[in-house]
Structures are given as C-alpha cells and as structure tokens.
Nanobody, 121 residues
Framework: VQLQASGGGLVQPGGSLRLSCATSGFTLDYYAIGWFRQAPGKEREGLSYIRKSDGASFHAESVKGRFTISRDNAKNTVYLQMNSLKPEDTAVYYC???????????????WGKGTLVTVSS
C-alpha cells in the first residue's frame, strides 16, 4: 500500500490549489482516503475523507465550503480542491488510507509523504 501526495506550492491568499493523492497496491473501494494537514507547532488536523463504499465525502467545519475531496477510481487518485485559501491554511498536507472512515488521524493505517502548501502574498 502506497500513497503519494503532490500539488502543493506557494499561492496567494484567495487563490486555489488542487492536491493529488496517487495510490497503489489497492483500489479505492478497499480503503477510505482522508486528507490531513499539520502546521508547525500544531497537531495533525483532519480535513476531509471519502468513503470507500459509495464515495460519499465529508469535510471538517474549518474547510467546509472551501475544500472539496473527490476521487478518480480509474486513476486510483484522490484529489483535494482547495479554494479561497487563507494564510492559516499554510501547512504540510497528507493523504492517508483507513478501513474506518473517520476524520481522526489515529485510525489511519497508511500515510503518504506530505506536500507543503504555503499561502502568502
């Protein structure tokens, strides 16, 4: 099982980025996939997850209306579209896989390396 997040970078406040989580070793109907972030000095925060069974998506209140998780089963890739970015969104973003669809990082078994998102003018 492998996951690799990509798509981070420097963006101005109000801008958008789309992160990708490329997966291998399993299909997206086998594990739920979540997106998380960790800013310096802060705990890892759950942002969004997409359920393995039906692809239903869930978002934390902190990003609801701005971030959207989606998946492409044919490409084994999960995306996080981030709009209206704010400086406080600056963090390393991770994707992870779990059998238990939840926003809680502790329940995730497999993690990819993160991608840095910096929101600054």
């Amino acid at each position: 099982v492998q996951l690799q997040a990509s798509g981070g970078g420097l963006v101005q406040p109000g801008g958008s980025l789309r992160l990708s989580c490329a997966t291998s070793g399993f299909t997206l109907d086998y594990y739920a996939i979540g997106w998380f972030r960790q800013a310096p000095g802060k705990e890892r925060e759950g942002l969004s997850y997409i359920r393995k069974s039906d692809g239903a998506s869930f978002h934390a209140e902190s990003v609801k209306g701005r971030f959207t998780i989606s998946r492409d089963n044919a490409k084994n890739t999960v995306y996080l579209q981030m709009n209206s970015l704010k400086p406080e969104d600056t963090a390393v973003y991770y994707c992870a896989a779990t059998n238990i669809a939840t926003m809680t990082p502790d329940w995730y078994d497999y993690w990819g390396k993160g991608t840095l998102v910096t929101v600054s003018s």
